[in-house]
């Protein structure tokens, strides 16, 4: 019994680069028209930023507190920690004694960092 190895040419992929080259000329194409036949009536209105239909007031570079931030980056830190409880919640009884150990441990381990995270005092507002 002899193997066949079934070796590519470049001919293989011809209609591939024929479909990206027509598809990347119906984009340019498509852009440079809407471009040519589109309105351009520009005003004071017109180029104004809009947001949830409320009016702009100042900067909008307006510096938050760290606090947000940081709070916000512990909240997805945690977060995605929790994720991976579900699954091991969902395999409980197939994991036996050695699944809950683990699952242990990994709560240990977390626990021990929003001590560590409370002790620091960043949870704190002032």
Do not use: Q
């Amino acid at each position: 019994m002899t193997l066949t190895v079934l070796l590519s040419s470049p001919a293989d992929y011809l209609p591939v680069a024929i479909m990206f080259v027509v598809a990347m000329g119906f984009v340019l194409t498509t852009i440079f028209v809407t471009h040519l036949l589109g309105p351009n009536r520009k005003s004071k209105i017109k180029l104004d930023s809009f947001e949830c239909g409320i009016e702009s007031k100042d900067n909008a570079r307006v510096p938050f507190s760290i606090k947000y931030f940081l709070i916000a980056i512990l909240f997805v830190l945690f977060d995605v920690e929790i994720i991976f409880m579900y699954p091991w919640a969902v395999n409980f009884l197939d994991m036996g004694m050695e699944g809950f150990l683990k699952m242990l441990i990994f709560l240990g381990l977390l626990f021990n960092r929003l001590l560590y995270i409370l002790k620091k005092g960043a949870l704190k507002w002032e």
